[in-house]
T-cell receptor, first 114, second 112 residues
Framework: GAGVSQSPSNKVTEKGKDVELRCDPI?????LYWYRQSLGQGLEFLIYFQGNSAPDKSGLPSDRFSAERTGGSVSTLTIQRTQQEDSAVYLC????????????FGPGTRLLVL | AQSVAQPEDQVNVAEGNPLTVKCTYS??????LFWYVQYPNRGLQFLLKYITGDNLVKGSYGFEAEFNKSQTSFHLKKPSALVSDSALYFCAVRGSARQLTFGSGTQLTVLP
């Protein structure tokens, strides 16, 4: 079956612009996660959605970052007023639930802020 | 707080030889441990996980990992390495928090 998909695969933007990154989880998966992978910081958790519960935003690095999940499926990560330090690969993952289920990752969106 | 250490940035092994990629963890409560592999310009691919039960876990592509509670380790192993195993390997732990905490990654190079 189809895996987690993310778009765009690459995004180049100018400092100060807003960007939106999209994630389509595996059908039927109720839990959705965003992570960031950068050279300096490794793999970092950003935000987590589980069903209709309030998201866990504890990993968001600043208030310029936000995310939403519509209809319990597709999620959008928005970065406002991008900075050069936001350059990274943004990875989305989904799982059947938030328990011990395996998280399956998408291919990521590579963001470059000039 | 939960954390993972992968003490080796780079592991080189000859094709056909056994390989080990090391991982130690720290977590409150029962640990849920995972190994993922990342090929260049790709996302993370799940290899195996330990939740409970047998300490030796078998996963994809002939990989296995041994959970050692006393040493808080979860080393990844394979009896006979292939050139195609060359990739970046990440160990991850999940404790009471829902998200995964990852190690810094180990670049495995299998030499022909």
């Amino acid at each position: 079956g189809a895996g987690v998909s993310q778009s765009p695969s690459n995004k180049v933007t100018e400092k100060g612009k807003d960007v939106e990154l999209r994630c389509d989880p595996i059908s039927g998966h109720t839990a959705l996660y965003w992570y960031r992978q950068s050279l300096g910081q490794g793999l970092e958790f950003l935000i987590y959605f589980q069903g209709n519960s309030a998201p866990d935003k504890s990993g968001l690095p600043s208030d310029r970052f936000s995310a939403e999940r519509t209809g319990g499926s597709v999620s959008t990560l928005t970065i406002q007023r991008t900075q050069q330090e936001d350059s990274a690969v943004y990875l989305c993952a989904s799982s059947l639930s938030s328990g011990t289920e395996t998280q399956y990752f998408g291919p990521g969106t590579r963001l470059l802020v000039l | 707080a939960q954390s993972v250490a992968q003490p080796e940035d780079q592991v080189n092994v000859a094709e056909g030889n056994p390989l080990t990629v090391k991982c130690t963890y720290s977590v409150s409560g029962n640990p849920y441990l995972f190994w993922y592999v990342q090929y260049p310009n790709r996302g993370l691919q799940f290899l195996l996980k330990y939740i409970t039960g047998d300490n030796l876990v078998k996963g994809s592509y002939g990989f296995e990992a041994e959970f050692n509670k006393s040493q808080t380790s979860f080393h990844l192993k394979k009896p006979s390495a292939l050139v195609s195993d060359s990739a970046l390997y990440f160990c991850a732990v999940r404790g009471s928090a829902r998200q995964l905490t990852f190690g810094s990654g180990t670049q495995l190079t299998v030499l022909p």
